[in-house]
């Protein structure tokens, strides 16, 4: 019977695909992250930073096995990757999640089952104050601090009324509060944008009526894209800052001109004076040939404190690896670079200017916005 | 019996065996996907009586299947932080109260959009049913309460009396024995009056109306059927990844339900099983293979559309598609 | 009340892109018959042909020329290689298969210019803000939009209304056997409309794109609001596109900009992000309460 026979094949198939031989190292990382849709840039560049550090490494990585899967930037298939690679492929350390609504499906799962989790990008005020977990480490910082900075840095540069506009979502809201945690003046207006927007003239003509002395936004991806290009054709003249998402290497190129002269705030930047960025820098452009973005960095410093921390203990040992972690004894392409009692960083935070390059549109420190500085979860946190 | 009912138990047996070689060959993360497989089976069996019998091509069930997924999420979260609900109610952890309350709003949210939807045909149904799905995603993602965009976690699985849900194998037990009772209701359903009613619908409004039957009822009755076997699938696939978010009712989810149920085959009873397995196939194989893997995945896709209408098990019967 | 009457100008223009978006879409169904998901995909073809041809020609023009002729000949090519096979399927085939050109179309646009967005910026003839009569200051782009939308207005009312191919569309429209009974090469006919519906999203994306990102995905928000827009018009219908487009544009800014202001009495502080969550499904509830009220759309003539 020909019907039996098709089944049967099948049945050899789908036996097949349950069985698969699994491999050994000593220390296996899987790194969940998005490189395919619309928001791969991201996962690529935090993908590459983070093998670029492993290849340089040689031989001291030669014991790390790296797991890479994709996302699709949808939370559902970052949850059954963590799922997998927890049950089936006996991961140590988990890492590279850019999103924060990904984060938060997989993050206190996988610590609550004693892995570690190092983060790349990802890091929600939920998981640095109550939901804080001491297998759980952000390298990159908490979501609030750039915001922060651009808080504080608008008090800096002597901003009296400021018109805020950040995406209706959690990390929006998240990042309105922190620029207002730090900024002293008065608030033009608060806006709250539609998730995935493109088209911002409505929120430009309000920027445009309400007398604001500067526009304080927080719009990742393909929307901060737009909303810099139509804000540059408005004729509207009040001075933009932002966060450095809509200002990185990733994003700038598509921006163009309209982004010329803008300052924002971030924890790294390409021409921060230190060896370790120097060669960061130059070997990812050797590499990949394109400049590195901020994602880049994060995993290219992800990599390293991992590196430093195996040097010293293994994760079989939970408790010595963490230790090994927290002390965070590895060159930071960030300069200075220590871990708060929450397991986040506490780092500078510089204001950068976008500048043109010899043709190429980039960023230059023009000012340093905050020294050591932690986050406002961190008294929060009980571990 | 038919070969088609061979074929539907056939291609249950393969899942349920599938499942098995992969607990007994220790490939725990194999289990998983073989319960991903029954719980987005379970949805395509929902959408499957619509679409597939009563001809109402509706391009809006994630928001069934979300709709089940928070409410899940919700006494969860509301059990583990005992905060009580609306009018003091508390929340509860247990599947056995979650399913049917998930089960009743799914379909009350089927009542309602259909009962606006029904009065159209055609591609306004496509549409509105869709514009529907897409407001109660908006309003997921830009709502304050419960999560918003980042969605809404609750760490432990829900429990169900004497069993551990939380080792995969029992907890696929569970989704498989549920996606077998629906089998069953499905298959009795069409085999009723009723199923006859609705598929007669589909086939020749004008007529089924000459003999005294009104469409109109007929329907909503599948709509709401329909909506609430989707609303316990979203309720098992939140248990299963303890998590929702909007994702799960954006418009692409309704779109990988559809393509579940004509890629398995439309209309056939175990249709929905086949589609879904060989979509979570695709995914699991060809991802590691491609940074470009969802373009191969399109491509299949097509070539399956064009040569073989019937969709898989069409094609293992030789025969195009019913109606 | 300059901040309303830019906030009307924003829904016109608005609206006046999403009719040359809808207006393939409403002819491609009202003649063929077919449900074409991968609309959005087109769009997107236009957008990343104008930014690669700028690009490597740094000329702007050349670059919008480029996304006519890209979207069109990538039209054609799918209508010659997929879609004639899909118009005697029903809509559930032509759903899942227009899905699968969307997954294909992106991946292979991500394979062939990278996941980064591309750059496209305005030439500067086009750029900055004019002062308009009345104290409004408008940038000059969003008035060539909505001018440029005028005008395909205009010239698809023509072509359909005075000229050969017109006439053979809405013979085609009305009656799919009769007409190629009398002759007509119907294959090349769904052709050209078609070409021409693609022609028309790939100029969209490419004004769009300069106006907002060009990117992967940037396709599908555009092209649900496009369905949306064609149902609420009447599938078909030209005119409808026309009406269901300003309608979508209009109800979709005004409600953004007043409804946080409109509860602000109500809910206080909690009003921005309430207002802008029901602003968000706005355009959605219009399209509910136009089939509710019309099940056929506002001027549909058959489902």
Known sequence: MKLSKRLGLTTALIAGMAIAAPAMAEVKVGMITTLSGGGAGLGIDTRDGFQLALKQAGDKAKDIELLIEDDQQKPDVAVQIADKMIQSDNVDVLTGIVWSNLAMAVVPAAVGQGKFYLSTNAAPSALAGKGCNPNYFSVSYQNDNLHEAAGAYANDAGFKKVFIMAPNYPAGKDSLAGFKRYYKGDIASEVYTQVGQTDYAGEIAQIRASGADAVFFFLPGGMGIAFMKQYAGSGVETPVIGPAFSFSQDVLPAVGEAALGVKNTSNWSKDIDNPANKAFVEAFQADYNRLPSIYAAYGYDTANLLLSALEKAQPSDAEAFRAALKEASFDSVRGKFSFGPNNHPIQDLYVREVIDENGTLTNKIIATAMTDHGDAYAAECKM | ?323 | ?303
């Open chain 2, 1 to 323: 019996m038919r070969r088609e009912a061979i074929l539907d138990i056939a291609i249950f047996a393969l899942l349920v065996l599938f499942a098995l070689v992969a607990f007994a060959t220790g490939q725990n993360f194999a289990v998983t996907i073989a319960t991903k497989i029954a719980i987005l089976a379970l949805a395509g069996v929902g959408l499957n009586l619509a679409l597939g019998y009563g001809g109402l091509v509706s391009f809006g069930h994630a928001a069934f299947f979300g709709i089940g997924g928070y409410v899940t999420a919700i006494l969860a979260s509301h059990a583990a932080n005992y905060e009580p609900l609306a009018f003091g109610l508390p929340g509860t952890t247990q599947m056995l109260v979650i399913w049917p309350v998930a089960m009743i709003v799914a379909g009350i949210a089927g009542l309602v959009i259909g009962a606006l939807s029904l009065g159209t045909s055609g591609v306004y149904f496509i549409m509105v049913t869709l514009a529907f799905a897409q407001m109660l995603y908006y309003l997921a993602v830009s709502w304050p309460a419960y999560g918003g965009e980042d969605g809404l976690s609750f760490y432990v699985r829900n429990s169900f009396p004497g069993v551990n849900t939380l080792a995969p194998v029992p907890f696929f037990a569970i989704c498989a024995s549920l996606l077998a009772l629906a089998l069953l209701v499905s298959a009795c359903l069409t085999r009723s009056r009723f199923g006859l009613a609705l598929q007669a619908t589909r086939q020749n409004p004008m007529r089924t109306t000459a003999t005294g039957i009104r469409p109109f009822p007929v329907r909503l009755v599948a709509f709401v059927i329909s909506a609430m076997i989707c609303g316990l699938a979203g309720s098992l696939y939140a248990d299963l990844n303890r998590f929702v978010s909007p994702a799960s009712m954006s418009w692409h989810m309704s779109g990988e339900i559809m393509v579940f149920v004509i890629l398995g085959g439309v209309g056939r009873l175990a249709g929905p099983i086949a589609g879904a397995a060989v979509f979570i196939a695709l995914e699991q194989l060809l991802g590691p293979v491609s940074d470009y893997w969802l373009g191969l995945v399109g491509v299949l896709l097509l070539l399956i559309v064009l040569f073989a209408p019937g969709g898989i098990t069409g094609l293992i019967l030789r025969e195009k598609r019913h109606g």
């Open chain 3, 1 to 303: 009340m300059t901040l309303l009457i830019e906030q009307a100008l924003n829904g016109l223009q608005y609206g006046m892109m999403l009719f040359v978006m809808a207006a393939g879409l409403t002819l491609i169904f009202g003649v063929m018959g077919l449900i074409n998901l991968a609309h959005g995909s087109l769009y997107m073809v236009g957008a990343f042909a104008c930014a690669a041809v700028a690009a490597a020609t740094g000329s702007y023009w050349l670059g919008l020329v480029a996304s006519l002729i890209a979207a069109a000949f990538v039209g054609a090519l799918v209508e010659r290689l997929v879609i004639r096979r899909l118009y005697t399927r029903d809509h559930l085939d032509q759903v899942l298969a227009t899905f699968a050109l969307i997954l294909i179309f992106s991946e292979g646009t991500r394979w062939l210019f990278g996941s980064f967005p591309l750059y496209l910026s305005l030439p500067p003839a086009l750029a900055g803000a004019v002062s308009l009569p009345g104290g409004v200051t408008y940038p000059v782009f969003r008035l060539v939009i909505i001018a440029v939308g005028a005008l395909i207005a205009l010239g698809l009312w023509l072509l359909i209304g005075r000229t050969r191919l017109g006439i053979r569309i809405r013979a085609g429209e009305a009656d799919r056997e009769m007409i190629s009974a009398l002759g007509v090469d119907i294959g090349a006919l769904y052709t050209a409309v078609f070409a021409l519906g693609a022609a028309l999203a790939g100029m969209a994306g490419a004004l769009v794109g300069t106006l907002q990102s060009v990117q992967v995905g940037m396709g599908e928000p555009v092209l649900i609001l496009a369905f949306v827009t064609v149902v609420i018009g009447g599938i078909g219908s030209i005119k409808g596109a026309f009406i269901g487009a300003l309608l979508v544009g209009i109800t979709d800014t005004l409600g953004k900009a007043l409804l946080p202001v409109l509860l602000q009495p109500v809910l206080g502080a909690g009003a921005g992000p309430v207002g802008a969550a029901l602003a968000s499904v706005l355009i959605y509830l219009l399209m509910a309460v136009v089939l509710i009220w019309r099940p056929q759309g506002l001027y549909g003539a058959r489902a």
